[in-house]
């Protein structure tokens, strides 16, 4: 999963558990806001009662106090006033017959869920009652005792829930989109980052980064930066030595050459006049001289088998025709020399662009992948037609193409995975020009190919 998803869903699921903390306390808060009503029902009650304990305490002297209770009138529109929604207050000691006086319950909100008034209850307990002394002066004076109504009380909890639930919300939706809008600005170089390590992955290793104000990602940056210019440092480098790799290589091609060409040759040579002169000279001094004869002849023909050994050895050993004619020449010497050897299958020599300047290295690395793919292909595969195509690219690309095609099957990825001397040999030459070489499926068989670059 995206690092930007996983930030959002996390930040969801806190969103979550913020909403339902809210929506914890504010249940909390409702149901516990009853008991503050009731205790505030209970005060101004008790207040109200107590100056009209008083007031007829005066005006009715010649009675006595037990007279007075319970209060007359109490029971009176200013005093339902004074009592909070769902409370009902009695007045103590009661009259006969007399119900509590309760506050307006009806339409203070919408019947809540049988879960939740099972669940509040059940968490939350009961409403506590609240009595106050209608005057702390006259302790017969009365009592008022108020209580919630416990459905009114449930009522009024979930409707504060449900008034608070929207504004939450609202806040919470509000702030999971802006916050997962400003993850997803802030994470947005990551994307630059990525890029650049799969661009670094393909070759391209200095790769220039926008610039991060987040200081985690902008070091992020600086370390992929850093390592991009490590990595073509040492790819630089790795060219350099492979490129003095080949050259003493070839340094010690050519002295190989020089000690088989001075030293096997002459010997070879010495060998074979040796064998001719036995030869031409059995017959005369010796009486079994046919048989003599016979064996100088088959010394002189193992002797030339193996000087025409020498000479492809030192042919491969010595510097391409490359060097020495030109590619364009070399190539079609190589080619026509398989069609002199064998009759199947069909080589095709494409030739495209102008091949006249190209010389060197490039030239000697073209021919020896252009040879080895050749030789692989009559080797290895059962080809009826094989096309050798030398491409000169022009423009912003300025690269030499090697393309050895064939129809002989076989399966890429195997050959790709277990290419012998001859093909590391060739990649290693075309790697250290800066070049790439690939194997890969053509249309009814392999395909090789080979990009130089010309200002290699």
């Known amino acids: ?101 309760c506050g307006q319950s009806k339409g203070i909100g ?106 985690e990602l902008a070091m992020i940056g600086r370390a992929v930066s850093d390592l991009g210019d490590r990595l073509a440092l040492a790819e630089e480098e790795r060219k350099v030595l492979t490129r003095r790799l080949l050259e003493i290589r070839n340094d010690e091609r050519r002295t190989l050459a020089r000690e088989l060409h001075d030293e096997f040759g002459q010997n070879l040579t010495a060998i074979l006049a040796f064998a001719n002169t036995i030869e031409a000279s059995a017959g005369d001094k010796y009486a079994a001289g046919t ?29 391409p025709p490359a060097e020495e004619l030109g590619l364009e020449a070399s190539l079609v010497d190589l080619v026509d020399s398989w069609r002199s050897r064998t009759a199947q299958p069909m080589i095709q020599l494409d030739l495209r662009g102008d091949l006249a300047d190209i010389s060197g290295t490039v030239a000697a690395t073209a021919y020896r992948v252009a040879q080895e793919c050749l030789t692989n292909a009559l080797r290895h595969s059962s080809a009826r037609e094989i096309v050798l195509r030398i491409e000169r690219r022009t423009g912003a690309e300025n690269a030499l193409l090697v393309r050895v095609e064939d129809d002989g099957g076989g399966d890429a990825t195997k050959v790709a995975q277990s290419a012998g001397f001859g093909l590391t040999g060739v990649s290693e030459r075309v790697t250290a020009l800066g070049g790439s070489l690939s194997i890969a499926r053509a249309s009814r068989g392999l395909s090789v190919a080979a990009t130089i670059p010309l200002a290699a």
């Open 110 to 215: 919408k019947a809540p869920p049988r879960w939740f008034a099972a669940t509040v209850q059940m968490i939350l307990g009961d409403h506590a009652t609240v009595e106050r002394p209608i005057s702390a002066r006259a302790a017969t004076a009365g009592t008022v005792r108020a209580i919630a109504d416990p459905d009114a009380a449930i009522a009024l909890a979930w409707q504060h829930i449900l008034d608070n639930i929207h504004v939450a919300l609202l806040m919470a939706l509000a702030i999971a989109l802006l916050a997962s809008l400003a993850i997803a600005h802030t994470l947005a170089p990551a994307h630059s980052i990525v890029s650049a390590l799969r661009r670094m992955a393909d070759g391209e290793y200095r790769t220039p980064l926008p610039r991060v104000r987040s200081m």
């Open 1 to 101: 999963m995206r690092l930007v998803l996983q930030l959002v869903a996390r930040l969801l699921v806190i969103v979550a558990l913020c909403l339902g903390a809210a929506t914890v306390w504010a249940t909390i808060d409702a149901y516990r806001s009853v008991d503050r009503a009731t205790q505030a029902s209970a005060e101004r009650v008790s207040q109200s009662l107590e100056a009209l304990y008083w007031r007829e305490l005066l005006l009715r002297s010649n009675r006595m106090r037990e007279q007075l209770l319970p209060a007359p009138d109490w029971r009176t529109i200013e005093t339902m006033g004074l009592i909070a929604p769902g409370i009902c207050v009695q007045f103590e000691p009661a009259g006969a017959f007399e119900k509590p006086l």
């Open 291 to 319: 048989e003599i004869a016979q064996d100088a002849r088959m010394i002189s023909q193992a002797t030339r088998r193996i000087m025409a050994c020498l000479r492809d050895t030192l042919n491969r050993l010595r510097h």
